[in-house]
């Protein structure tokens, strides 16, 4: 279509605030009154203030890998009383944790050490940045001494250039501080973390490690909490924003809303619920978003997502004669490859601060929370799209029980995990097939609800399931993930032992990369079998609470579950699932041959 869109003690937290400041640029902090001459103490170290910088921000647990360049400062984390030290079993997992306590707690913080720490952490720092996640990655690097020097230092790929990783952590973090002298590190390290919960987005900060123990008068005092002012909206451009939104929308006969990623980082999914219950639109949500929208909400009419939609919703939607999307990310994995029926001049597309009406006009600075607070005092009420939802809506159908012995279908799975949803749980979907069945799952309200669709990186739920569990430990945390996944990062289960969780943990064993199959088959997507409840015992070692099984049929996944849910509630539970290797959703099959469609396309004539 011409005009389409989209064509390491104790890991338990002290506390469990959420303290993700407002949105908005970095103040002066001020303190009170003027500060006398001040001698350093043997307290005012670096190390401390960064210490008590993260718990100021809401950060309890920081995700760490020793090396010998971050010992010192780790040792003054340690000594942090509101902050856990966890250490992971490798730095991309560390990573991923920082990613998943992020999205429960609105920001994370990670420790590596020089290059090989913080090379190796890179790929978990860019699906954060990604996601729009604010992640504080903080790198022990040279002794202050060897910068400017012609030395060649260990970690490094032997050049006397100190700048590889910081070239890296460029292209996928807002804000770089490399701190190799005390008269500058108070700044930099203030403005690196306020950058990161303004900005939304990951930071690298690389700390010499001859540095975080010797006392400074700049970090003298205790360091004053940050004041972030909010971001302004200009009210002139809201004010027009909100006028042609308002004709354009009550004109429609039909029009619906649909909720994207980006609800988060614009902290407006309030604002969102809010226009929804004035306007009477039918509701969705893009696949990214699921649970940023309330599925509970009365016109809820589920998940968008072009020909893999949930039932009825893709022909409400694009028969719709106006839709808002509410922070979309038209990608070629949301779209199925391209292939979504949206014309761009029936839409309003909303980003945190920006307003696009069709094709045309179009209002910066509006801030989208302002933007449909504001709309839904304008817009008249028109129920027509959902009356036409609720029509032609025919409940699910349940999938045909197994025969006695019979061996387990993935949808009969997802009807038990179905059943086990409350607002006490929390969904993990790893990257495959897990996707589309998790994208069916009906959602009780405060049920989370997390997965990584942006960067896709397959192994990314065991370590997210580490820092998600540790950031919100009063949830247990339901985990989806595919064998090819979990050989990825299957090593932090151990740290998840060590941290007490009691994460359930559906390992889904078909044999291989069933997604890229689905893409583009060959004997690479075929994968060594492990004895995957073998390897987690092994990891247990009689060391923390755990209890696996192994089930082929339906009745033993019952069993499994009563055991999961009842005797063994507070253990790590590890629940290996057989299921055929072509055993996949009807979702995935589509959406497969459209996305290998979109990957195989011929190169344009020159």
Same mark, same amino acid.
């Given at each position: 279509m011409d005009t389409g869109i989209g064509s390491l003690s104790s890991c338990k937290p002290p506390c469990n605030d959420v303290g993700s400041p407002p949105n908005g640029a970095a103040a002066a902090i001020q303190g009170s009154g003027p500060a006398p001459a001040v001698v350093a103490s043997p307290d005012s170290?670096?190390?401390?203030?960064?210490? /008590?910088?993260?718990?100021?921000?809401?950060?309890?647990?920081?995700?760490?890998?020793?090396?010998?360049? !971050?010992?010192?400062?780790?040792? /003054?984390?340690?000594?942090?009383?509101?902050?856990?030290?966890?250490?992971?079993?490798?730095?991309? !997992?560390?990573g991923y944790a920082a990613d998943g306590y992020a999205r429960a707690r609105g920001v994370g913080a990670c420790v590596v050490t020089f290059t090989v720490g913080g090379l190796s952490v890179l790929n978990a720092i860019a699906g954060a940045y990604s996601e729009n996640l604010p992640v504080v990655c903080i790198v022990g690097g040279p002794n202050?001494?060897?910068?400017?020097?012609?030395?060649?230092? /260990?970690h490094t790929i032997g050049l006397p250039d100190f700048s590889q990783e910081l070239r890296?952590?460029?292209?996928?973090?807002?804000?770089?501080?490399?701190?190799? !002298?005390?008269?500058?590190?108070?700044?930099?390290?203030?403005?690196?973390?306020?950058?990161?919960?303004?900005?939304?987005?990951?930071?690298?900060?690389?700390?010499?490690?001859?540095?975080?123990?010797?006392?400074?008068?700049?970090?003298?005092?205790?360091?004053?909490?940050?004041?972030?002012?909010?971001?302004?909206?200009?009210?002139?451009?809201?004010?027009?924003?909100?006028?042609?939104?308002?004709?354009?929308?009550?004109?429609?006969?039909?029009?619906?809303?649909?909720?994207?990623?980006?609800?988060?980082?614009?902290?407006?999914?309030?604002?969102?619920?809010?226009?929804?219950?004035?306007?009477?639109?039918?509701?969705?949500?893009?696949?990214?978003?699921?649970?940023?929208?309330?599925e509970h909400h009365p016109r809820f009419?589920?998940?968008?997502?072009?020909?893999?939609?949930?039932?009825?919703?893709?022909?409400?939607?694009?028969?719709?004669?106006?839709?808002?999307?509410?922070?979309?990310?038209?990608?070629?994995?949301?779209?199925?490859?391209?292939?979504?029926?949206?014309?761009?001049?029936?839409?309003?597309?909303?980003?945190?601060?920006?307003?696009?009406?069709?094709?045309?006009?179009?209002?910066?600075?509006?801030?989208?929370?302002?933007?449909l607070k504001a709309l839904s005092k304008r817009v008249k009420r028109n129920t027509t799209a959902y009356e036409n939802y609720h029509r032609i809506f025919v409940p699910d159908g349940h999938p045909l029980k197994c025969e006695p012995k019979e061996p387990l279908r993935v949808n009969v799975l997802f009807k038990h995990i179905q059943d086990m949803l409350s607002s006490e749980s929390a969904v993990i979907a790893e990257t495959g097939d897990s996707w589309f069945n998790c994208q069916k799952l009906k959602l009780p309200q405060g049920c989370g609800y997390e997965f990584q669709m942006q960067y896709g990186s397959i192994g990314w739920s065991v370590g997210a399931t580490l820092g998600y569990a540790q950031a919100v430990p009063e949830k247990r945390v339901i985990a989806c993930i595919g064998d090819g996944s979990f050989q990825v990062t299957a090593q932090d289960?151990?740290?998840?032992?060590?941290?007490?969780?009691?994460?359930?943990?559906?390992?889904?064993?078909?044999?291989?990369?069933?997604?890229?199959?689905?893409?583009?088959?060959?004997?690479?997507?075929?994968?060594?079998?492990?004895?995957?409840?073998?390897?987690?015992?092994?990891? /247990? !070692?009689?060391?923390?609470?755990?209890?696996?099984?192994?089930?082929?049929?339906?009745?033993?996944?019952?069993?499994?579950?009563q055991t999961a849910t009842g005797p063994k509630k507070d253990s790590l539970c590890f629940i290996e699932v057989i299921v055929h290797k072509d055993d996949t959703s009807k979702e995935l099959l589509e959406w497969g041959s459209r996305v290998s469609a979109a990957n195989s396309r011929p190169p344009n004539p020159q």
């Open positions: 170290t670096m190390g401390r203030h960064i210490a /008590h910088r993260l718990v100021q921000i809401g950060v309890t647990d920081v995700f760490a890998v020793p090396g010998d360049f !971050n010992l010192t400062l780790l040792d /003054h984390l340690i000594a942090e009383p509101g902050l856990n030290l966890v250490g992971c079993c490798n730095e991309l !997992n560390a202050s001494n060897d910068y400017g020097t012609n030395r060649v230092l /260990h890296c952590f460029q292209t996928v973090t807002c804000f770089q501080a490399v701190v190799n !002298n005390l008269e500058d590190a108070h700044e930099l390290i203030d403005t690196a973390i306020s950058t990161a919960l303004k900005e939304s987005k990951p930071v690298y900060i690389s700390i010499s490690c001859n540095l975080p123990a010797i006392p400074h008068p700049t970090f003298s005092r205790e360091p004053v909490p940050f004041a972030l002012s909010p971001k302004l909206t200009n009210q002139m451009g809201l004010e027009a924003a909100v006028e042609a939104a308002a004709e354009f929308l009550n004109k429609a006969v039909k029009p619906v809303m649909v909720g994207g990623p980006k609800l988060r980082v614009a902290k407006a999914s309030e604002a969102f619920v809010e226009l929804a219950d004035a306007c009477g639109y039918a509701v969705a949500v893009m696949p990214s978003a699921k649970g940023q929208v309330p009419i589920g998940t968008y997502w072009g020909a893999v939609s949930t039932a009825f919703c893709a022909e409400i939607v694009e028969s719709a004669d106006a839709y808002i999307f509410a922070g979309p990310i038209f990608n070629d994995y949301s779209s199925v490859g391209y292939s979504l029926l949206l014309k761009k001049e029936k839409a309003i597309i909303l980003q945190p601060e920006r307003v696009v009406i069709g094709n045309g006009p179009a209002f910066g600075c509006v801030l989208m929370k302002d933007f289960v151990s740290t998840m032992l060590r941290c007490g969780q009691n994460t359930i943990i559906f390992l889904i064993n078909n044999g291989g990369y069933t997604i890229e199959v689905e893409i583009h088959d060959g004997p690479y997507n075929v994968i060594k079998n492990w004895n995957y409840t073998g390897l987690v015992e092994a990891i /247990h !070692n009689g060391e923390g609470k755990c209890w696996t099984t192994k089930v082929f049929y339906e009745e033993e996944l019952i069993e499994a579950i």
